[in-house]
């Protein structure tokens, strides 16, 4: 994998799955990882889009809301 930066959170997770052993117990543990940065950058998106800081708490419900 190049440049990881310039992958998304699912680009990430998929090749991540694909260079790890088929077992499912870690790939539920790497879901789990990568779920967790996805919830960041839904909640960076939602504070980005209201142009200010503050809005932390809204953007965590949000994400529970539609994700959870």
């Known amino acids: 994998m190049s440049?990881?930066?310039k992958q998304t959170s699912v680009e990430q997770l998929m090749w991540k799955l694909w260079d790890t052993p088929k077992d499912k117990f870690?790939?539920?543990n790497i879901?789990?990882?990568y779920n967790e940065i996805h919830k960041y950058e839904v909640r960076d998106?939602?504070?980005a889009g209201e142009h200010q800081q503050g809005f932390e708490g809204e953007a965590e419900q949000y994400y529970n809301e539609t994700f959870e």
């Open 31 to 33: 879901m789990k990882y």
């Open 26 to 28: 870690i790939w539920y």
């Open 45 to 47: 998106a939602f504070t």
């Open 3 to 5: 440049n990881e930066s």
